[in-house]
T-cell receptor
Framework: GAGVSQSPSNKVTEKGKDVELRCDPISGHTALYWYRQSLGQGLEFLIY????????KSGLPSDRFSAERTGGSVSTLTIQRTQQEDSAVYLC????????????FGNGTRLTVT | KNQVEQSPQSLIILEGKNCTLQCNYTVSPFSNLRWYKQDTGRGPVSLTI?????NTKSNGRYTATLDADTKQSSLHITASQLSDSASYICVVRENNAGNMLTFGGGTRLMVKP
């Protein structure tokens, strides 16, 4: 079946513009995660959705970042008034519930802020 | 603070050789430890997941070990292939109701012909 799909795969935007990144998780996966990966760095947690529970937003770096998950499926990560330091690869992952369920990652959106 | 430290940061080996990657963690309480492979420009892919009671788990030429007492794990790659060139990421999950996954910085492996 299809894996986690992210779009766009690449996005170049000017400083100060808003961007929206999309994630289509694997069907049936109730858990959805957003991570950020800067060049040569480890993954930085941003936000976590689990079913109908309130999302864990503890990793969002500033109030310019927000995310939604509509109908328990597709998620959108929005970055307002982008800054150059926002340039990174944004990875989405989904999984079944349960601590031992592996995360399935998309291939990410590479965001470049000029 | 929960931490996951991986070593070495990078490694170059010749095709056909074996190698071992290390992961030390301080995450507590411990739930499970995962190894992921991340090819350049792609998302990480799960290789193994080990719980507290598991000492070793294999996935083809990849064998992961876990010593929960010393909080150490290793990933052994046998008979390396060029396609093994990637970053290998160790991830440890806390035993709680949330989503606490702590990621290591990864080991970048390059396999040369």
């Amino acid at each position: 079946g299809a894996g986690v799909s992210q779009s766009p795969s690449n996005k170049v935007t000017e400083k100060g513009k808003d961007v929206e990144l999309r994630c289509d998780p694997i069907s049936g996966h109730t858990a959805l995660y957003w991570y950020r990966q800067s060049l040569g760095q480890g993954l930085e947690f941003l936000i976590y959705f689990q079913g109908n529970s309130a999302p864990d937003k503890s990793g969002l770096p500033s109030d310019r970042f927000s995310a939604e998950r509509t109908g328990g499926s597709v998620s959108t990560l929005t970055i307002q008034r982008t800054q150059q330091e926002d340039s990174a690869v944004y990875l989405c992952a989904s999984s079944f519930p349960g601590q031992n369920s592996p995360l399935h990652f998309g291939n990410g959106t590479r965001l470049t802020v000029t | 603070k929960n931490q996951v430290e991986q070593s070495p940061q990078s490694l170059i080996i010749l095709e056909g050789k074996n190698c071992t990657l290390q992961c030390n963690y301080t995450v507590s309480p411990f739930s499970n430890l995962r190894w992921y492979k991340q090819d350049t420009g792609r998302g990480p892919v799960s290789l193994t997941i080990m719980t507290f009671s598991e000492n070793t788990k294999s996935n083809g030429r990849y064998t992961a070990t876990l010593d929960a007492d010393t909080k150490q794990s290793s990933l052994h790659i046998t008979a390396s292939q060029l396609s093994d060139s990637a970053s290998y990421i160790c991830v440890v999950r806390e035993n709680n109701a949330g989503n606490m996954l702590t990621f290591g910085g990864g080991t970048r492996l390059m396999v040369k012909p």
